[in-house]
Structures are given as structure tokens and as C-alpha cells.
């Protein structure tokens, strides 16, 4: 994404804890980020997969919209069945522009309190690059219909890692109520919180939106618990790349369709019937025939990580599609990838070659994820 | 050993300099997981792009301090590339050139002037 160096970085609630924890900060989405801490990517990558990882996400979006019909009125700019999303549930989706190509992926839900009450239209979490754009596009689709309020005084903490939950449930014991994709409003830390079972991460986890002025004290008392260490952007990419999910901006982008995306969950089916969203007959297209392109899951089999931008041949030697994220997988210890290649190349298996620095090297398609989701669908 | 400002260290031993990134660089790139050194037999000159260094982030090329023919590249970095980490500066080794020009040498950091180099980053 464009950095425009005259403007000056934003700062999260959390940029001065970044700093006394000795992150390495980098440009990112506007903002000064930590893109790794002292542990380095590698240790705080397998922390996250073995114990817990905290990161600030605060330059996401976050806004609620609000109107008559909110849900109704959303569903006119993404694909999802938002009529029939519960209280207390949130869904994926993606902003669609008229031709069906992905504006931005992003996270819409109906937080509740233990009790159902506190249901206020849709809270919604958008990339903190594309923020402003999503905003002014839903504004100008949904006027009159929908008013947004953006929730610039809070922060969004992720805690992530198989104990995660164990260490909110401390402090919250109210999430552990909660399943994959279950989003409450509780009281925790004596502050209101969004709280959503959910991440980025294919660990399980929660994601917490808290009041600026509490971030501080939420984010020290989380990190002080032993089973956490904080997880910089570094390893965030990592850790989304091997769950195989798509980063804005690399994966997806304006020319992108959900379809090719491997993102067809996203639609559903009643909204499949309906064709009522933007760009709704390239996707009936694309789910009846099958797209130009489609994201595939590569292991490179040998030699250096493939990264965003090499090339993808076949095995006759002929380029067919690109690496649109790709890097080191600290779990399968090799190079992973995200491609589009055409779909007579996307069955897991198909031996296909990456072209680094010149040099063809072996990969094969292999199935999404490349490490397993561990995402709590019960409790007890 | 000598030092680039692009964090490269180099030795020389009669014609035969020996060439890996510095402990700085290193630290700097974290955990190394793949090293592309140069092929025996290639030449290049100082300032050549001449192999990679991968950590889990991101690729960084190692420009060539030296001119010279690469006469030896260290087998132990294809399988255990996090020697580079463990040792930057002895066994992470990246390769060993056969020197044209020894003043090419004489014309680089020696350690004092490469830590004070290092204070102005």
C-alpha cells in the first residue's frame, strides 16, 4: 500500500507499550506497528501455535451501523446472509464493487450480553489500510438507510493460541460461554468489552474491543500471565498464511471475486438465489462455470520460500499464475504460498513449479489449510 | 575481517577471501531459514548481488565485498541455514572468493570503524 511519507504515523492506544517492550516498529496501514518483539518472528510464531500470543490490531476499523433495517441494508454491499445472522453471532465477508471484485474482507456481528440484550445494529471490523474507503463506500451505497458511527476510542486486542482461552476466561469468565464466531458485549478488566471467538490466526482465540483508555491495562494485565507473549505483524503474516487465509491487498484485491478467492462460504445460498448483491452475475457465473483463476494452497518442495510476486508454471514449464502471498511455514519448516493458477491446476496434488530468482523449483497444490484450524465449535 | 556498510564481513587469507554477513546483520534479520549462496566457478565484483538470506519475513540479497572468482560455498547452510544465527561470523560462512584486487580489501572497515558505523544507523 502507498506510504506517504509527509503524513505522520498514527499511534494505537498501545504504540507506547509496543516501545517499552522493544518492538521493532514499522510503517503499516498509516500507522507505527510492531512488526516483531525481541523473541523475533520465528519464536513468537510457534509461541502463538503452542501457548498464547497477544497483538494489537488497532488499526482495524471498527464502527457500528445503525438504521431501520441495518441487516437488510448491508446486504445490499456484501454476500453473506446477514438477515438471518443471530444476536450474539458474527459472519465473514467481503465488500463487493459492481463488478464483484473484493473491496475488502471484514468481520460483521451482533454483539450481545450473556442475557440477548444490547443487540444495536451491526458492529463491524475492516482492514485498517482500506478503512476509510470501506466507510465512505458503505455510506454512499447504504445513504439514508444505515448511519455508521466509527468507533475510533477503542483499541482491538487479539489473544490467540490454544491457551488463549483459558487465560480471558480468567478475567471474562463469561466468554467461556462462547464458541468460534460467537461475539458478546460483557464487562471485564471494569470496562465494557465487544468480545468475539474469533481470530486470525486458525488458533482459537478471542478478539477484544476495549475503550482506548483501558487498552493499556488490559493489554499489561493479559501479557502478565506466563502463557502470554506479545506477537508482532511479522508473525501475524505467518500465522494467517499457514491457516490459509487471504490478506487484503495481496490475496484479494478490486479484481479479485470471492469465487476465485476460494470464498464461495462467504455467499449464501439464499443470497446466491436471489443474485440481489454487487456484482452478482460475474459471481452466478463463476459458480456455475468455473473462473479465469483460483487461489490455490502451494508447498514449495524445494529450495528457497517463493514470495509475493514469483511466477507459477505448470509441469511443461509454462507460466500460468503468480504467488500472491507465500513465505516460511515455522510449523511444515519450508515455503508455503497462496497462488492463482487457472482451475484445471487447483487439485491438491498437482505438481506445479514456482519460479524463484530465475529457478524453477518443485511445489504441489496441496489442501487449505496448510496447519489445521483449532477453532472451539462446542463447549460444554 | 573487514566489514561493508551493507553489514557483509570479509577475510582474507593469501588470495582466498572468505565472506558471511556480520552478527549485527544477523541479529537484525532474525531467524535465518534459507541461504542461496553463489555457484562455484561464478565471478563477480565487489558490489554484486551474490547470494540471499531468508528469515521467516522476508529475502535480503548479500552484495559481494570483494571481486573475485567464488572457488567454495559452505555446504552446511543448505541444511542448517540457522548456523548463520548460531555463528555469523566464523561458521556461517557464505563463501570463499580467489581475490583479483587485495586492495579492494585494504579499502574497507575494519572492526572499530564498522562499530562506529554502526552507531550512526
Keep these: 500500500m502507498p506510504t506517504d511519507t509527509d503524513t505522520p504515523l498514527k499511534t494505537t492506544p498501545l504504540t507506547a507499550a509496543h516501545i517499552a517492550l522493544g518492538a521493532r516498529m514499522v510503517p503499516f496501514a498509516g500507522y507505527s506497528m510492531p512488526v516483531q518483539y525481541p523473541d523475533g518472528v520465528m519464536k513468537e510464531h510457534l509461541w502463538t501455535r503452542e501457548h498464547a500470543g497477544i497483538f494489537d490490531v488497532s488499526h482495524m476499523g471498527q464502527a457500528r451501523l445503525r ?261 516460511y511455514s515455522p510449523v511444515l519448516k519450508g515455503g508455503i504460498a497462496l497462488a492463482f493458477v487457472p482451475p484445471a491446476c487447483k487439485a491438491p496434488g498437482t505438481p506445479l513449479k514456482v519460479i524463484v530468482r530465475g529457478k524453477p523449483q518443485a511445489a504441489e497444490v496441496v489442501t487449505s489449510p496448510f496447519v489445521p484450524h483449532r477453532y472451539v465449535r462446542n463447549v460444554g | 575481517m573487514r566489514f561493508t556498510k551493507d553489514h557483509e564481513w570479509v577475510v582474507l587469507e593469501g588470495d582466498i577471501a572468505t565472506i558471511g554477513i556480520s552478527a549485527h546483520a544477523a541479529e537484525q534479520l532474525g531467524d535465518v531459514v534459507f541461504v542461496e549462496t553463489p555457484e562455484v566457478g561464478k565471478t563477480v565484483k565487489a558490489g554484486d548481488s551474490f547470494a540471499v538470506v531468508e528469515s521467516v519475513k522476508a529475502a535480503s540479497d548479500v552484495y559481494a565485498p570483494i571481486g573475485g572468482e567464488v572457488v567454495d560455498a559452505n555446504p552446511v547452510l543448505g541444511d542448517a541455514p540457522e548456523t548463520v544465527n548460531a555463528d555469523p561470523e566464523n561458521g556461517g560462512w557464505f563463501a570463499k572468493l580467489k581475490v583479483a584486487d587485495a586492495s579492494e580489501y585494504e579499502a574497507l572497515m575494519d572492526r572499530a570503524a564498522y562499530e562506529t558505523f554502526l552507531q550512526t544507523q
Excluded at chain 1, 320 to 327: I, K
Aim: charged share 25%.
Design chain 1, 67 to 327: 438504521g431501520v433495517a441495518p441487516l437488510s441494508a448491508f446486504e445490499e454491499v456484501v454476500p453473506g446472509d446477514y438477515i438471518g445472522l443471530k444476536p450474539g453471532r458474527q459472519k465473514y465477508s467481503v465488500l463487493l464493487n459492481r463488478t464483484g471484485g473484493i473491496v475488502d474482507d471484514l468481520m460483521a456481528g451482533r454483539p450481545v450480553t450473556a442475557l440477548g440484550t444490547g443487540d444495536d445494529g451491526l458492529f463491524v471490523v475492516v482492514n485498517g489500510a482500506c478503512k476509510d474507503g470501506d466507510f465512505r463506500l458503505i455510506d454512499e451505497e447504504l445513504a439514508g438507510q444505515v448511519t455508521i458511527e466509527r468507533l475510533e476510542n477503542r483499541a482491538l486486542i487479539a489473544l490467540q493460541g490454544p491457551e488463549a482461552a483459558a487465560v480471558f476466561q480468567h478475567y471474562a469468565p463469561a466468554a467461556a460461554q462462547m464458541v468460534f464466531m460467537d461475539i458478546r458485549l460483557m464487562t471485564a478488566f471494569g470496562v465494557d468489552l465487544i468480545v468475539s471467538r474469533s481470530g486470525y490466526t486458525g488458533e482459537d482465540g478471542y478478539e477484544i474491543s476495549v475503550p482506548a483508555a483501558a487498552a493499556d491495562d488490559v493489554w499489561n494485565i493479559l501479557l502478565s500471565d506466563p502463557r502470554v507473549r506479545p506477537i508482532g505483524l511479522g508473525a501475524r503474516d505467518s500465522l494467517r498464511l499457514e491457516a490459509g487465509l487471504p490478506l487484503y491487498g495481496h490475496d484479494l484485491d478490486e479484481t479479485v471475486s470471492p469465487v476465485e478467492a476460494g470464498l464461495t462460504f462467504a455467499i449464501n445460498k439464499n443470497r446466491r438465489e436471489q443474485r440481489d448483491f454487487p456484482g452478482a452475475s460475474r459471481i452466478a457465473r463463476e459458480l456455475a462455470e468455473d473462473p479465469a483463476r483460483v487461489k490455490v494452497c502451494l508447498r514449495v518442495l524445494e529450495g528457497a520460500p517463493a514470495r509475493e510476486g514469483a511466477e507459477v508454471a505448470d509441469a511443461t514449464g509454462a507460466v500460468v499464475g503468480v504467488v500472491t502471498s507465500g513465505g
